[in-house]
């Protein structure tokens, strides 16, 4: 009866791992690990799935997501199989906007030369594409409104100018230009204007000078004559 026993359970060891190919091997840090996004975290948008997909006996792996729960273990493909093994880099991108907000699960599955899989989950990812940002449930409050007060609109006024203190020069120097040339211009006429009264002068007393001289010389013949 003993040896029946051990016979059969040597049989069921033997044959139980042919039954179940599918069942994932045992797991080892870096050969099916997903590093982004964490477990809990909200996502929108284009995701970056980070990890390690990597093994002796590597042949593909692949990413899957599903709702949580997953009572029927229903998965979804991201993208199609993977033949290149990634160490500590992007495994793939995951587009969340075709999918509806909620709760999901994001699977890695790394198949090797024997059938069997490495397997490597990040569950409780919260979807929220059309609220990115949650906001935590608050008590509300009734506020009263407070009266505020309008402030008075002003009319803007112009702002002045101020003086430009070289336009000041320039019409300083114009009036003081000015005034040289007009200054000069009566110097001159004064001048031209004494040069002629001195020349009509000095010629008017040569004519009286003639005059009297002529009559002087007239007399005189007159007496001679008379004489």
Same mark, same amino acid.
């Given at each position: 009866?003993?040896?029946?026993?051990?016979?059969?359970?040597?049989?069921?060891?033997?044959?139980?791992?042919?039954? /179940?190919?599918?069942?994932?091997?045992?797991?080892?840090?870096?050969?099916?690990?997903?590093?982004?996004?964490?477990?809990?975290?909200?996502? /929108?948008?284009?995701?970056?799935?980070?990890?390690?997909?990597?093994?002796? #006996? /590597?042949? #593909?792996?692949?990413?899957?997501?599903?709702?949580? @729960?997953?009572?029927?273990?229903?998965?979804? @493909?991201?993208?199609?199989?993977?033949?290149?093994?990634? #160490?500590?880099?992007?495994?793939?991108?995951?587009?969340?906007?075709?999918?509806?907000?909620?709760?999901?699960?994001?699977?890695?599955?790394?198949?090797?030369?024997?059938?069997?899989?490495?397997?490597?989950?990040? @569950?409780?990812?919260?979807?929220?594409?059309?609220?990115?940002?949650?906001? @935590?449930?608050?008590?509300? *409050?009734?506020?009263?409104?407070?009266?505020?007060?309008?402030?008075?609109?002003?009319?803007?006024?112009?702002?002045?100018?101020?003086?430009?203190?070289s336009d000041g020069r320039a019409h300083v120097?114009?009036?003081?230009?000015?005034?040289?040339?007009?200054?000069?211009?009566?110097?001159?006429?004064?001048?031209?204007?004494? /040069?002629?009264?001195?020349?009509?002068?000095?010629?008017?007393?040569?004519?009286?000078?003639?005059?009297?001289?002529?009559?002087?010389?007239?007399?005189?013949?007159?007496?001679?004559?008379? *004489?």
């Amino acid at each position: 009866m003993l040896a029946v026993s051990r016979f059969t359970l040597l049989m069921l060891i033997i044959i139980i791992p042919f039954m /179940f190919p599918l069942q994932a091997d045992a797991q080892a840090p870096g050969y099916a690990d997903i590093t982004h996004p964490v477990a809990g975290e909200a996502i /929108f948008g284009l995701i970056t799935i980070e990890g390690s997909a990597d093994h002796p #006996s /590597f042949v #593909s792996y692949e990413l899957s997501f599903a709702y949580q @729960p997953n009572p029927e273990d229903t998965w979804f @493909p991201i993208m199609q199989s993977i033949q290149t093994p990634v #160490s500590e880099g992007r495994l793939g991108i995951w587009d969340t906007t075709g999918i509806t907000d909620g709760t999901y699960q994001l699977r890695l599955r790394v198949w090797l030369k024997n059938g069997n899989a490495l397997e490597a989950f990040v @569950p409780d990812l919260r979807v929220r594409n059309t609220i990115p940002t949650e906001t @935590p449930t608050t008590v509300m *409050q009734v506020a009263i409104p407070s009266p505020s007060l309008i402030p008075l609109t002003q009319t803007p006024r112009p702002t002045p100018i101020p003086p430009s203190f070289s336009d000041g020069r320039a019409h300083v120097g114009r009036i003081f230009v000015t005034g040289a040339i007009l200054g000069g211009a009566g110097l001159l006429l004064m001048g031209g204007y004494l /040069f002629v009264r001195r020349s009509m002068s000095l010629r008017w007393a040569k004519l009286r000078m003639r005059r009297i001289h002529w009559r002087s010389e007239r007399e005189r013949g007159g007496r001679r004559r008379d *004489q």
